[in-house]
C-alpha cells in the first residue's frame, strides 16, 4: 500500500490544529496562562463580541475572570470543521463551557470559535477567532461530588493549575488497589 504524502500531511496538519484547540481550552480550565496563549501566535484578534483585544491582553483578563468570578470551568469542544489552504485555516469549533459560580448557581454557556489559523515556522496558531454566543442556561447548584469518597492516596482531585493530576509526569503508580471496596 502506498502512502499518499499530501493526504498524511494535511491529516497531520488537521491534528495540530485539532491540539491548538484543545491547548486553549485546557489552559482556561487550569488557569494556565502560557498554556492557553500557545494557541495563539503573538497579536492574534480575538473578537468576543462584547470585546475585541490582542490575545495577550484577552488571555490574561478572560483566566482573571475565571479564577475571581468562577469557582470551576469545562471548556468542552465538540463539533469541529476545518478547512486548510497552504499555511492558512478557517475552522468552525463547538464550544460548551459550564461554570460552577461562587453565587450557588452553575452556568452552562454555548457557541461556536470561527477562527482563521496561520502555520509560522511550522507551527499552528490562531491569527483571528471570533467568539459567536449562541446562549446560557443558569441552574441552582448541586454537589457534583455528593456520595464520592477519597481513599487515602488517591489522586482524584481536581485543581485550577498546575498541581492537577493531568500535570504529572509520568502519572504515579502509588496508588494503592487494595484500599478500594469490592462490590
Same mark, same amino acid.
Given at each position: 500500500?502506498?502512502?499518499?504524502?499530501?493526504?498524511?500531511e494535511?491529516?497531520l496538519?488537521?491534528?495540530?490544529?485539532? +491540539?491548538?484547540m484543545? =491547548?486553549y481550552?485546557?489552559?482556561?480550565d487550569r488557569? &494556565?496562562?502560557?498554556?492557553?496563549? $500557545?494557541?495563539y501566535?503573538?497579536?492574534?484578534?480575538?473578537?468576543? @463580541?462584547?470585546r475585541?483585544?490582542?490575545?495577550? %491582553?484577552?488571555?490574561?483578563d #478572560?483566566l482573571e475572570?475565571?479564577r475571581? @468570578? !468562577?469557582?470551576?470551568?469545562q471548556h468542552i469542544?465538540?463539533n469541529?470543521?476545518? !478547512?486548510?489552504?497552504?499555511?492558512?485555516?478557517?475552522t468552525?469549533?463547538?464550544?460548551r463551557?459550564?461554570? #460552577?459560580?461562587?453565587t @450557588? %448557581?452553575n452556568?452552562?454557556?454555548f457557541?461556536?470559535f470561527?477562527?482563521?489559523? +496561520?502555520?509560522?515556522d511550522?507551527?499552528? @496558531?490562531?491569527?483571528?477567532?471570533? $467568539?459567536?454566543?449562541e446562549g446560557?442556561? +443558569?441552574a441552582?447548584?448541586?454537589?457534583? =461530588?455528593?456520595?464520592?469518597t &477519597?481513599l487515602?492516596?488517591?489522586?482524584? %482531585?481536581s485543581?485550577? &493549575?498546575? $498541581?492537577?493530576?493531568s500535570y504529572l509526569r509520568?502519572?504515579p503508580?502509588?496508588?494503592d488497589?487494595a484500599?478500594t471496596p469490592?462490590?
Open positions: 500500500m502506498t502512502v499518499n504524502t499530501t493526504d498524511l494535511e491529516l496538519d488537521r491534528q495540530r490544529i485539532w +491540539e491548538c484543545l =491547548r481550552a485546557r489552559g482556561m488557569l &494556565d496562562h502560557a498554556m492557553a496563549l $500557545s494557541a501566535h503573538p497579536g492574534a484578534i480575538e473578537d468576543h @463580541g462584547a475585541i483585544a490582542l490575545c495577550e %491582553q484577552f488571555v490574561e #478572560v475572570f475565571h475571581t @468570578g !468562577e469557582l470551576r470551568t469542544l465538540s469541529h470543521s476545518c !478547512e486548510i489552504d497552504g499555511d492558512t485555516a478557517h468552525e469549533t463547538y464550544v463551557c459550564f461554570s #460552577v459560580l461562587p @450557588g %448557581q452556568r452552562l454557556s457557541g461556536r470561527v477562527d482563521r489559523l +496561520e502555520r509560522r511550522r507551527k499552528w @496558531g490562531i491569527v483571528s477567532r471570533v $467568539s459567536l454566543p446560557s442556561i +443558569e441552582p447548584a448541586f454537589d457534583d =461530588r455528593a456520595g464520592m &477519597d487515602p492516596g488517591s489522586l482524584g %482531585q485543581a485550577r &493549575d498546575q $498541581s492537577d493530576p509520568p502519572l503508580l502509588t496508588r488497589p484500599n469490592q462490590g
